[in-house]
């Protein structure tokens, strides 16, 4: 029983910490759609004869793909967490704990946050059991 409340209150507050990553990314990914500089601008601003708006042109792309690239891996980390926090259940949820607090999540493939989200329930809890020596050294 205790070990079912310890799971729910853990559940609780993951779901509290996927919804402020969903939150930081949205805000980053508006961030970064709202820096894509555009290309108008730049030969609207400068004469007929600038040699320079060429330059500007080449490094507004290179700004404009970095930002793109931004956006993209937000909206993507963003469909994981929220597929987490759907899928979230007392049995996986000691699995997620481990790839939400260090960001791991980000790295996997959906396939592989499918396998995680679908755990036999002891695998999680043996891995995130302390050995004995590790104990010893966390008490001293």
Do not use: W
Not at 28 to 35: G, L, S, Y
Not at 99 to 106: A, L, W
Not at 112 to 138: F, G, I, M, R, Y
């Amino acid at each position: 029983m205790a070990s079912t409340n310890l799971k729910e209150k853990l559940q609780r507050q993951l779901r509290y910490e996927i919804n402020n990553k969903i939150r930081q990314l949205e805000i980053r990914m508006f961030t970064n759609v709202q820096a894509i500089p555009e290309a108008a601008g730049i030969f609207m601003t400068s004469s007929g004869y600038d040699i320079h708006a060429l330059d500007k042109l080449k490094i507004n792309k290179s700004s404009r793909q970095e930002n793109l690239n931004i956006v993209y891996e937000c909206n993507q980390n963003i469909v994981k967490l929220k597929l987490i926090r759907k899928l979230m259940n007392i049995n996986n949820v000691f699995c997620i704990f481990k790839v939400i607090i260090d960001n791991k999540y980000m790295h996997l493939e959906l396939k592989e946050l499918d396998e995680l989200l679908n755990p036999p329930e002891k695998e999680c809890e043996v891995e995130l059991t302390p050995s004995p020596v590790q104990h010893a050294v966390a008490i001293s």
